[in-house]
């Protein structure tokens, strides 16, 4: 049986796919820091930040170091049998 994790499940648009590779390595990003890393217009990336916040991949953090701008993050979606509610049998 092949299990599917919550981020295939979804349809995101290819920007969303590239942000969401970009946030694997867990290190939280500003909008600045992804423009720069991504290579993809800032008004595209906007939106690639919505459509995550929408379907809750990702969380935004406060930054402490310049409170202006907000820290992206891939938000840990648990995998099967991570979870305390699931009994295993």
Do not use: C, H, W
């Not at 946030?23 to 993809?40: H, Q, S, V, W």
């Not at 991949?57 to 402490?64: D, M």
């Amino acid at each position: 049986m092949v299990v599917v994790n919550a981020v295939n499940k979804t349809r995101l648009p290819p920007s969303a796919r590239i942000l969401m590779r970009l946030l694997d390595d867990g290190k939280p990003r500003t909008f600045k820091d992804m423009t720069n890393e991504a290579d993809i217009a800032p008004r595209t990336i906007r939106y690639a930040l919505k459509r995550l916040k929408e379907k809750g991949l990702i969380i935004e953090k406060f930054n402490f170091r310049d409170a202006r701008q907000v820290l992206y993050q891939k938000k840990e979606v648990p995998e099967l049998g991570d979870s305390p509610d699931v009994a295993t049998v």
